[in-house]
């Protein structure tokens, strides 16, 4: 932590608020001035690693706190709140919304609970009380990084390397002696709406023969970690505390798919393997035998304490745009956090040149810039229909960085990551971009213009502020 500028003034506040002390009193309990940590708590300094430490054994502080994200979600997602049509007259500046956060942040995270569960037709309140939005809340509150599951794995992988350089081989040695496991790969005809089948009373992990090599090794790395790190996933769940119950069950999912990729990518090789080849994810495929998306994945989680890699996002959508998969990680990106994505961003150009790598610079309207990586992968399930009417389900994976981290990547070389930009937005109507040639709607909240003397670059003119 101490490589990095930490703003936890939002965290320092509530845990002295819960102590019931004043600002001079938890100054004095910590050795500073009441006026030094007043600017920490109005996120005008940072917090020191020393801080940190002395409020962690003081006040039983559990520094995990700190991941667990700004009020609301930050301020561009109060903002993208604050454009529901209802609160059109109101007309609130960010600069409104950062004093806001910064003066009342518990007031600010009410109204986005609120908001949220009324049904606003905002795009944060669209995935608010399904069940996947509720999991990817839980995943995000610890930016998709468990430090006891990576441990658990990094110890097995060292393990299992003594066994076999071979990792399946590993894998399957490992489940027949300890689990009493047999691995059987199946035809099709036999398995044909199933990938992975656990079958107790023959003692079988049975695979369909469509999952290809790097997919079979993370279906055992799965059943392993159900077997063999079922205590931490069991903690995670419970301290998520769920209330649904597939939501519980959908989150012991991906934490086993979490454990199965840090045991294929054990964190510390893989992020010394990540900064010596400016995370070329085709070298990173083959050096660790995974696939395109396992690898892509595995980048979001790199933040371990004192051994942090570049914070990417990922985003994986189909044709139609719908997303499957976000992990915004320690991004924190308004890319993946929000419902809508811009025509203009080449994630959905992808598709049109499969199995190429589409790298674009984009500028969010906050002057925002990020480098951002697209690549389709095709699903492991096969085709859908049959003959000619067959078509093979595929996926575009988007991964991104803040363009100042994108110097080192091998993807950006030859990028001036300072220069020009693509401007781009979260979707039309959360954008307000008045002169975009793509624009398909006014932003929400705008009163739509129509000049029948003129017509400007975009159909869809709407007033200003």
């Known amino acids: 932590m101490a490589r990095e500028k930490l703003l936890a003034g939002h965290a320092v506040k509530r845990l002295r608020r819960r102590s019931g002390l004043t ?184 695979l369909s023969e469509r999952l290809d090599a790097s997919s079979r090794t993370f279906a055992l790395a799965v059943q392993l970690a159900q077997l063999e790190a079922r205590a931490e996933i069991e903690a995670l769940a419970r301290g998520a505390g769920f209330a649904d119950r597939a939501a519980e069950r959908l989150f012991r999912r991906h934490l086993a798919g979490y454990f199965a990729a840090a045991l294929m990518m054990p964190y510390a090789r893989f992020l010394r393997a990540g900064e010596a080849t400016g995370y070329d994810l085709d070298i990173l495929q083959r050096r660790f035998g995974a696939g395109y998306e396992q690898v892509a994945h595995r980048l979001t989680t790199l933040q371990r304490v004192g051994a942090r890699g570049l914070p990417f996002f990922m985003i994986r959508i189909d044709r139609a745009g719908q997303s499957s998969k976000r992990y915004a990680g320690a991004s924190q990106s308004v890319l993946v956090e929000a419902e809508g994505r811009c025509p203009l961003w080449r994630l959905h150009h992808a598709f049109d040149r499969p199995g190429a790598t589409v790298t674009q610079l984009v500028e969010m309207e906050d002057a925002t810039r990020w480098f951002t990586l697209a690549r389709t992968v095709a699903a492991q399930g096969g085709s859908i229909g049959a003959g000619a009417s067959a078509v093979t389900a595929e996926f575009a994976i988007g991964l991104g960085v803040a363009a100042a981290q994108a110097v080192t990547l091998t993807a950006a070389r030859g990028v001036d990551v300072a220069g020009a930009a693509t401007p781009i937005g979260t979707g039309c109507r959360t954008c307000y971009r008045a002169e975009c040639p793509q624009r398909s709607a006014a932003p929400a909240g705008r009163a739509l213009l129509v000049n029948e003397r003129e017509r400007g670059v975009s159909a869809w003119g709407f007033a200003g502020d």
């Open 23 to 206: 600002q001079a009193a938890m100054a004095e309990a910590l050795g500073v001035s009441a006026s030094y940590l007043n600017l920490i708590e109005r996120n005008q300094r940072a917090l020191p690693a020393g801080l940190l430490v002395q409020l962690a054994e003081r006040f039983d502080f559990d520094p995990r706190a700190l991941t667990a994200g700004e009020p609301g979600g930050g301020a561009e997602a109060i903002r993208r709140r604050l454009g529901d049509p209802m609160f059109a007259d109101l007309e609130v500046d960010r600069a409104e919304v950062e004093e806001w956060l910064a003066a009342a942040p518990g007031g600010a995270e009410a109204f986005a609970r609120a908001f949220d569960r009324v049904g606003g037709v905002g795009p944060v309140a669209a995935a608010a009380d399904d069940t996947g939005g509720t999991v990817r809340r839980e995943i995000e509150r610890w930016r998709n990084h468990f430090p006891d599951l990576d441990a658990a794995a990094e110890g097995l992988s060292d393990e299992l390397r003594l066994v076999a350089a071979d990792l399946y081989g590993a894998l399957v040695e490992r489940l027949r002696v300890k689990h009493g496991l047999a691995i059987r790969v199946l035809p099709v005809e036999v398995m044909p709406d199933l990938l992975r089948r656990l079958d107790l009373h023959a003692r079988q992990l049975q």
